[in-house]
C-alpha cells in the first residue's frame, strides 16, 4: 500500500517504517492488521483533526463516519505505539490525545496528552495541544490547570482560531473562582470576537448579566437581562432563562417598590419564562415558592405539583412543599414531603432541619435530636454550632418532654422511609391539602400541646432555616444514584458550584441556567451551559452566587449570616477551583508512579460514576481521581510496557509549572551576538510566513512565564524573620553619600529603612500635615476603602471566627475637607475612649470588668468600620507646588524625577507612578499586599505624627506568594489579599517586618512584596523609580510579560520606554545594555514582519507619525501596549478619535481588516538607526544622558 508513505500528520509520517510493515502485514492477507491501517483518504480526513474541532465536529447525527474513523485511527495509532517498544515520536501522543478529545474520551485524551507533555521539551510552542489538554482539564474541572493551559495558548499564539473558546471557558473559570474582573475581560473579549463559538452572542451576554447578579450589583444585572430581552431573534431557551433570572431576582431582591409589587413583577416574570419554556420544573418551582410568600397556597401547590411533573424529583422542591404544609398547620403531609426531600437527598441539611423542627413541634425532641444529628453530618450544613447547642438543649429538656408526654404522635424516624410520598400520593396533593385545610383532631392536638415555648424557641430560632430551603439539583435521571451526594452546591448559597454533564438531557437540560443549585431565599444564581452550536459539548456550569436577602459574594461575607459566611469560605477553600485542582496535581505523578494507593486503590466501579453525570464539586474531584485513575490503566492497554519503565520521571508532577522561564524572556546574549539591523531585518525576511498572525514579540518563540518556584534550598525556620536593613542619617552629607544608593538598589537587600532621612535633610514635612492640605486644597478628592480594623499581623474574615487571605473593601470618594475631619474626629473619639477606660480601671481596680475585656479579646470580631484615604493624586504642580519643590531636596535616586530614573523617561505620566501620591489614615488603615506595577521601585515617606507598621517579602518567593492567592481564590495581581503569617512561616517564606516612623523614608526595592498597615494617625506620601539597573529592567520585562500572560495592563509601557531609554540613555552595564539591545531587536523584527505581511495582504500603512509627548499605547480592548502599527477603525480614524487596537483584537471583529487603517508612528529607517546607534557606554559606572534627551 502505497498510502502509507503519504502520510499527513507528522506523527504518521515518523512512522513510515511501521506503516509499510503493516501495510506489508495487509497484503499477506493478514486481516488483524486490517483494522490497523489507514487509507489515503482516511489519512487526509484525518490530517485536519485536532483539538481546534472540538465542539465542532458532530458525532451523533452525520457524524457517524467521522466517529468510525477517529476510532480506527486511534487503534491504529495505539497499534503503532505497540510495536514501538517505546521508542515513539512523542507527536504520535498528541494526535492521539486529539482524537480521543474529539470521541469525547477524556481519560485517555488526558494520558495520551500527558505523554507528549512529558516526551516533548517544547511542548508549549504546540497551541493545538495546549488547547485540547485546557479542554480535557476544563471537563475535569481542574480550572487551576485548565486556566493555565489556556492562557498558554493565548500568550503563544493570540490569533489562535479557538482564541474565542478560551476566552469564554476561561471567563467561565474566572466567574466561578470569584475573580469576577478575570472574568469579565475574558467574556468581553469572548463577545467583540466574530469568530464562532460553542455559545452564541446571546449567551455570552447573559453571562456577563449574570456576572453583575452574581457580584450583587442587581441593578446593573437587571439591566443588562432586560436588555438582552429586547435582542431580536432571542433563543427561546436564553429568553425563558433571562426571565426566570429577573423573576428569582425579584423575589429575592428589594429592585422595586413594596413586597407586593416585586412579588408581582417576579410572578409575571416566571409566568413569562414559563411561556417560552413550559417545561422548566425549576420556573415551576420558583413561581411556588413566589406564591407561597404572598399566601396564595393553592397556586403554590399547583406550581410545585408542576415542578415534580416537569422534572426529576427534587429534595428542594419536597422540601419547600413540606414547609408549605408546615405553615397550613398539616404536620403529617409536612412530614412526608420532608421525608421524601431526606430520602431523595440523605445529605439535604434544609430538610433535617426543618424535620427536626417539626418533631419539636409535636413534642417529640428524640427524633428531633435526630433530624437536627443528621443535618450537621451533612456537608452543608450551615449552622453546625447553633445546631450543637440546640441538641444539647433539646437532650437536656427531652426527659421532663418524655415524662410528660408519652405518646408520640408522629412515626418515629426508624419507620420515615416508609412513609415517603411518591408521586402517586402527590396526585392526592390537593385533596389532602383541602381537607386538610380544616384540620384533622389529631394534627392541631399536635401544634397544640403544651410545647409552645420550645416551638416558638425552634420557629424563631429556625425560620430563617424554613426560607432558606436548599435547592438541589433536579436536572439528572441519576438523582437517587447521586443522592448520597450532598448537593452541595445547591445549599452552597453565595457560592459558585459546577456542574458537569456527560450526557445531555434534550428537553429538560438546555437551560442556560440548569435547574440546579439555587438557593431558596437568595437570588438565583446562574450558570452556563456551554451547549450552544455543537450539542455535545455538556458541561454545563452551575454557579451560585448570592446571599440571603442581600445577595453575599464571598470577598463580602456578611457578618449577619455566620452561617452562609462560614458556608462560603468553606466552600471557598474546597471548591473546584483549589481542592480538585490540588487533588490532580497530586494525583499526576502518581498516574505514571502508582506511588499513590489511595488512587490507585479506588474502586473500578467508581469510573462509571465519573462519566456519568457528577452534580457536585465533590463528586467531579472524584471524577478526576478516578478518571485520571482509569487514564493510567488506558496507558497501560496504550503502551503495553508500562509506563513506569518507560517513563523519564522527572518532569512528570507538575506538567505545566514544573521550569521558571520568565528568565527566558531576555536571554542572556553576550553582545558580539547582537547582528547590525540590517542582518536582523534581511533575517526576518526569510522568517515564518505566519508572521502576520503571530504578534509574538521575541525572535523564537519564547515559552510562556511562570511564577518563581520557592527558592531552594529552604531557609531555615530561624532565618524567617530577618532584620530590616536600615540606615541611619545624621546629616545631608550622609544622605547623599553614593553608597546609600548602592545599598538601596543591592537585590540582596529587598528592603531599606533610611532612618530620620528628613531631619537630616530639614525637610518640612509639615506641608503634607492635614492641615496643611486642607489649607491648600479642601476640595481636592480622595478616593477611600472602608475596611476592617484588625489586628496588623491577622485578617480574618467579618465574623471572625476564620483567618483568610482575602481582604477586599469597599471603595468610595470624598474630600480632603472631608477625610481631614474623619481623621480628626476618629483621633478625638479615640483619646476619649482612653480616657474613659483610664478612669475605669482606676475606679475599679482588678475586677471583673478587666478580665471580660480580655476575654472578649480573644474573640475575634465584630470588627470596627474605618476609612482609608488613598491614592491622593498630587501631580498637579500648580496645585502642590510648595510640596512638590519640597521633595527636590531628596537625593537623586529617590526624587521623583530624575536622569537616572527609568519613569522619567517615559515620556508621559503616569500617575502615582512618576507623580506623587498622599494617603491619609486612620489606625488600622491598610494597604494590601502586592508588587509595584511592572516591578518597579518605590520611595515611601512617613509624615506623621503616627507610625506604620510594614510587612516585606524578598521578590524571589513572589511564586510562592502568588500560589497562596490562587489557593484562595483570589487574583496575586489585581484582588486585595493580607497574607497569613503563619501560612508563610509554614512555607518557608521570610518576612521582613518594622515600624516606619515620621521622618523615615521606606526603599522598596524591585518586585519586593509588601503590605502596610497604620498604627496610628498619619499620611504618607509615595511614588516609584526606576534605577538603571540590570536587575530592575530584567523585573520589569518579566512582569510586563506575565501581565500579558494574566490579561493584566501594564502600567509601564516597556516596549515605549525601551526606546526611549535607547534614545536618551548611555548605558555602561553590559548586562542592562544587552537585554535592551535584545528587546529593541525583538520588537524591530516585529514591526518589520507585521509591516511587511501587511503590505503583502495589500493592506496600506498609513504614516501617522507622533507628537512629542503623546502618550504611549495600549489596545482598547485587550489592553496590551500596542507599539508603532496602530489598528484604528476607518469610523474612529475619520473622526481623529483613533482609538487604537491591537492586530489580534483588530483581527477579531474584522477579519481581514476590512474596518480598520493601518497607522504608523515610527519610520522603519528611524527606528533601524535608534538601534544600531545605541552603543554600550565606555564609562563603566556613570550613566549619562544624551543630548537629545
Ligand atoms: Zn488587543
Known sequence: MNSCGVSLTTAVLAFGDEAKKMAAGKASGDSQEESFTLTLEERQALGGMDSRLFGFVRLHEDGARSKTLLGKAIR????????????????????????????????????????????????WK???????????????????????????????????????????????????????????????????????????????????????????????????????????????????????????????????????????????????????????????????????????????????????????????????????????????????????????????AAAWMDLGTLYESCNQPQDAIKCYLNATRSKHCSN???????????????????SGQSVSHHPELQQLYSLCLTPQKLQGLHKSQSSCLSGTTEEQLLFSTGCAQYHQATSTGFKKQNEHLTLCSNSGPQKVADSHLPSHIATSNGQQGI?????????????????????????????????????????????????????????????????????????????????????????????????????????????????????????????????????HSGLHTVNGEGLENSQSSTKIDLPLVS?????????????????????????????????????????????????????????????????????????????????????????????????????????????FSTKTLVEANNEHMVEVRTQLLQPSDENWDPTGTKKIWRCESNRSHTTIAKYAQYQASSFQESLREENEKRTQHKDHSDNESTTSENSGRRKKGPFK????????????????????????????????????????????????MNTVQLYMKVPGSRTPGHQENNNFCSVNINIGPGDCEWFVVPEDYWGVLNDFCEKNNLNFLMSSWWPNLEDLYEANVPVYRFIQRPGDLVWINAGTVHWVQAVGWCNNIAWNVGPLTACQYKLAVERYEWNKFQSVKSLVPMVHLSWNMARNIKVSDPKLFEMIKYCLLKILKQCQTLREALIAAGKDVIWHGRTNDEPAHYCSICEVEVFNLLFVTIESNTQKTYIVHCQDCARKTSRSLENFVVLEQYKMEDLIQVYDQFKLGSDRYALSLSSSS
Request: proline share 6%; net charge neutral.
Open 76 to 123: 491504529c495509532y495505539e497499534s503503532l505505539i505497540l510495536k514501538a517498544e517505546g521508542k515513539v515520536d512523542s507527536n504520535l501522543f498528541c494526535q492521539l490525545g486529539h482524537f480521543n478529545l474529539l470521541l469525547e474520551d477524556y481519560s485517555k485524551a488526558l494520558s495520551a496528552y500527558q505523554r507528549y507533555y512529558s516526551l516533548q521539551d517544547d511542548y
Open 499 to 631: 456542574i458537569f454533564t456527560k450526557e445531555s438531557k434534550p428537553s429538560k437540560h438546555r437551560s442556560l441556567v440548569p435547574e440546579t443549585s439555587r438557593h431558596t431565599g437568595d437570588t438565583s444564581n446562574g450558570s452556563a451551559d456551554v451547549n450552544g452550536l455543537s450539542n455535545h459539548v455538556h458541561h454545563t456550569i452551575a454557579d451560585v452566587v448570592s446571599g440571603p436577602n442581600h445577595g453575599v459574594s464571598p470577598n463580602l461575607l456578611i457578618s449577619d449570616n455566620p452561617q452562609l459566611s462560614a458556608l462560603l469560605i468553606g466552600k471557598a477553600s474546597d471548591s473546584m477551583g483549589t481542592g480538585t485542582c490540588d487533588k490532580v496535581n497530586n494525583i499526576r505523578p502518581t498516574v505514571h508512579t502508582k506511588t499513590d494507593n489511595s488512587v490507585v486503590s479506588l474502586p473500578s466501579s467508581a469510573i462509571s460514576t465519573a462519566t456519568s453525570s457528577p452534580k457536585s464539586t465533590e463528586q467531579t474531584s472524584t471524577n478526576s481521581v478516578t478518571s485520571l485513575n482509569s487514564s
Open 865 to 912: 468600620t474605618i476609612k482609608f484615604g488613598t491614592n491622593i493624586d498630587l501631580s498637579d504642580n500648580k496645585k502642590w507646588k510648595l510640596q512638590l519643590h519640597e521633595l527636590t531636596k531628596l537625593p537623586a535616586f529617590v526624587r521623583v524625577v530624575s536622569a537616572g530614573n527609568l519613569l522619567s523617561h517615559v515620556g508621559h505620566t503616569i500617575l502615582g
Open 659 to 767: 521550569h521558571r522561564s520568565a528568565c527566558q524572556i531576555i536571554p542572556s546574549m553576550s553582545v558580539s551576538i547582537c547582528p547590525s539591523s540590517a542582518e536582523v531585518l534581511k533575517a526576518c525576511r526569510n522568517l515564518g510566513k505566519n508572521g502576520l498572525f503571530n504578534s509574538c514579540i521575541s525572535l523564537d518563540k519564547c515559552p510562556p512565564p511562570r511564577p518563581p518556584t520557592s527558592p531552594y534550598p529552604p531557609l531555615p525556620k530561624d532565618k524567617l524573620n530577618p532584620p530590616t536593613p536600615s540606615i541611619y542619617l545624621e546629616n545631608k552629607r550622609d544622605a547623599f553619600f553614593p553608597p546609600l544608593h548602592q545599598f538601596c538598589t543591592n537585590p540582596k537587600n529587598p528592603v531599606t529603612v533610611i532612618r530620620g532621612l528628613a531631619g537630616a535633610l530639614k525637610l518640612d514635612l509639615g506641608l
Open 126 to 348: 504546540n497551541a493545538a495541544f495546549l488547547y485540547g489538554l485546557g479542554l480535557v482539564y476544563f471537563y475535569y474541572n481542574a480550572f487551576h490547570w485548565a486556566i493555565k493551559a489556556f492562557q498558554d495558548v493565548l500568550y503563544i499564539d493570540p490569533s489562535f482560531c479557538r482564541a474565542k473558546e478560551i476566552h469564554l471557558r476561561l471567563g467561565l473559570m474566572f466567574k466561578v473562582n470569584t475573580d469576577y474582573r478575570s472574568s469579565l475581560k475574558h467574556f468581553q473579549l469572548a463577545l467583540i470576537d466574530c469568530n464562532p463559538c460553542t455559545l452564541s452572542s446571546a449567551e455570552i451576554q447573559f453571562h456577563i448579566a449574570h456576572l453583575h447578579e452574581t457580584q450583587r450589583k442587581y441593578h446593573s444585572a437587571k439591566e443588562a437581562y432586560e436588555q438582552l430581552l429586547q435582542t431580536e431573534n432571542l433563543p427561546a431557551q436564553v429568553k425563558a432563562t433571562v426571565l426566570q433570572q429577573l423573576g428569582w431576582m425579584h423575589h429575592n431582591m428589594d429592585l422595586v417598590g413594596d413586597k407586593a409589587t416585586k412579588e408581582s413583577y417576579a410572578i409575571q416574570y416566571l409566568q413569562k419564562s414559563l411561556e417560552a419554556d413550559p417545561n422548566s420544573g425549576q420556573s415551576w418551582y420558583f413561581l411556588g415558592r413566589c406564591y407561597s410568600s404572598i399566601g396564595k397556597v393553592q397556586d403554590a401547590f399547583i406550581s410545585y405539583r408542576q415542578s415534580i411533573d416537569k422534572s426529576e424529583a427534587s429534595a428542594d422542591t419536597w422540601c419547600s412543599i413540606g414547609v408549605l404544609y408546615q405553615q397550613q398547620n398539616q404536620p403529617m403531609d409536612a412530614l412526608q414531603a420532608y421525608i421524601c426531600a431526606v430520602q431523595l437527598d440523605h445529605g439535604h
Open 384 to 402: 453546625t454550632s447553633t445546631l450543637a447547642a440546640r441538641i444539647k438543649f433539646l437532650q437536656n429538656v427531652s426527659d421532663n418532654w418524655n
